[in-house]
């Protein structure tokens, strides 16, 4: 299955183990740890030192990243989006707003790249002002193409207890996004079937 770096970067909302939201972009020292472990996707070219201490670049990425989730909210309705976002997030139309733009702060050449023995892919090469705007557009870019593609027709947002999630579906009525989270279901509908027969015999 492909790797969204649009899923990736809302991603970095999750559920922090012991029942809160935890956000793994909170620092700039954070937001480059984060660009580092994406380096498959963005390409080292993005991962620049001025990058790496930036408030600015911290708080560009997060805009996107809660424009994308606004997004995500209304690919998923009508059911109910992630848990993190409910009664957070802007509107669609102000997401959209934002999210394009993000992406036109840089000019953007396209080229294809086709080995011999391989694949074809896009490659995007930004002309931006600094690296926080060509960052910045290629993040919103990825978002775009995620929610223009069939992928996006899979996403849900995951119905386990705590967890706060948005993920690809593999088939039609899957409700959780990792097996872990599905036997946490499991166990929670156990205990509040058992919690009843309980409250019943009493």
């Known amino acids: 299955m492909r790797r969204w770096l649009a899923l990736e970067l809302a991603g970095t909302i999750r559920h922090d183990g012991d029942g809160g939201v935890a956000d793994d972009l909170v620092s ?10 994406q380096e498959p996707l963005l390409g080292p070219q993005r991962i620049e030192s001025g990058l790496v201490e930036n408030e600015r ?15 995500f909210a209304r690919v998923v309705a009508p059911a109910p989006p992630s848990r993190a976002d409910a009664g957070r ?10 999210l ?14 086709w080995p011999v023995e391989g694949e074809p892919s896009l490659r995007f090469a930004d002309e931006a002002l600094d690296p926080v705007e060509s960052l910045t557009a290629l993040l919103a870019r990825e978002v775009m ?3 223009a593609d069939a992928d996006s027709g ?7 207890p705590r967890c706060v999630r ?4 593999e088939h039609g009525r899957q409700e959780y996004c ?10 929670a509908r156990h205990y509040r079937r058992h919690d009843a027969a309980e409250h019943q015999g009493a």
């Open 89 to 98: 997030l802007p509107n669609a139309a102000d997401a959209l707003a934002a």
């Open 178 to 187: 990792k097996p872990s989270c599905s036997n946490r279901a499991r166990a």
């Open 145 to 147: 193409l995620f929610l």
């Open 154 to 160: 899979r996403l849900a947002a995951c119905n386990a």
């Open 28 to 37: 700039p020292a954070d937001l480059a740890v984060w660009l580092r472990a």
């Open 57 to 71: 670049a911290l708080a560009e990425v997060v805009a996107v990243r809660t424009a994308a989730r606004a997004l």
């Open 100 to 113: 394009n733009n993000a992406a036109a702060r840089a000019t953007t050449a396209v080229s294809l790249d």
């Open 166 to 169: 948005y993920f690809l579906k």
